[in-house]
T-cell receptor, first 114, second 114 residues
Framework: AQKITQTQPGMFVQEKEAVTLDCTYD???????LFWYKQPSSGEMIFLIY??????QNATEGRYSLNFQKARKSANLVISASQLGDSAMYFC???????????FGTGTSLTVIP | DTGVSQDPRHKITKRGQNVTFRCDPI?????LYWYRQTLGQGPEFLTY????????KSRLLSDRFSAERPKGSFSTLEIQRTEQGDSAMYLC????????????FGPGTRLTVT
């Protein structure tokens, strides 16, 4: 079974609008970490935001926030006030406790329209 | 420290040849990871080191792939008898110990097997 599912292959958003990128995950562990990365066309993976499974509050980092719904096993990324530079691939990832590897989803391609 | 570096950035090789890639992690990071990424997909885990010990290796990883981290610093990934299906971006990442830390990615090595 897929550990991370991103069901939106491509998304479009108007500049200055907010956008939500979906991510659901599958784990039987109670303790885990959820991450979002951005990959521009240049190829580098840029860390955006982290949410621990025991964190009571949703994580926020500047214009990025993570809408964490533990019962639904979802960890959606919300980007507020979209900018043209936000156009990129976005990957959701999960790490289970004691495991070295991250499990990545297939990504969502976000295009910001001027 | 300027981050994770990888060398070479691009490699073109003929089928059947051996190739070796190098990754230099952030100096204080104990953990080092190798991923493979093909077009339109998220990074796929290959292997993981903690210091010089190789702790995890993907079951999908062919015997043609081998990785080392001899002194717990830089790492090499070797692919023997390359096949066209090995064409991909090979990403290296490093992180400190601890499950809440994100991975810092290098720029990747793009391999093309002709």
């Amino acid at each position: 079974a897929q550990k991370i599912t991103q069901t939106q292959p491509g998304m479009f958003v108007q500049e200055k609008e907010a956008v939500t990128l979906d991510c659901t995950y599958d784990t039987s562990d109670q303790s885990y970490g959820l991450f979002w990365y951005k990959q521009p066309s240049s190829g580098e993976m840029i860390f955006l935001i982290y949410q621990g499974s025991y964190d009571e509050q949703n994580a926020t980092e500047g214009r990025y926030s993570l809408n964490f719904q533990k019962a639904r096993k979802s960890a959606n990324l919300v980007i507020s006030a979209s900018q043209l530079g936000d156009s990129a691939m976005y990957f959701c990832a999960m790490r289970e406790p004691g495991m070295g590897q991250f499990y990545f989803g297939t990504g969502t391609s976000l295009t910001v329209i001027p | 420290d300027t981050g994770v570096s990888q060398d070479p950035r691009h490699k073109i090789t003929k089928r059947g040849q051996n190739v070796t890639f190098r990754c230099d992690p952030i100096s204080e990071h104990n953990r080092l990871y190798w991923y493979r990424q093909t077009l339109g997909q998220g990074p796929e885990f290959l292997t993981y080191f903690q210091n010089e010990a190789q702790l995890e290796k993907s079951r999908l990883l062919s015997d043609r792939f081998s990785a080392e981290r001899p002194k717990g610093s830089f790492s090499t990934l070797e692919i023997q008898r390359t096949e066209q299906g090995d064409s991909a971006m090979y990403l290296c990442a490093s992180s400190p110990l601890g499950d809440s830390y994100e991975q810092y990615f290098g720029p990747g090595t793009r391999l093309t097997v002709t």
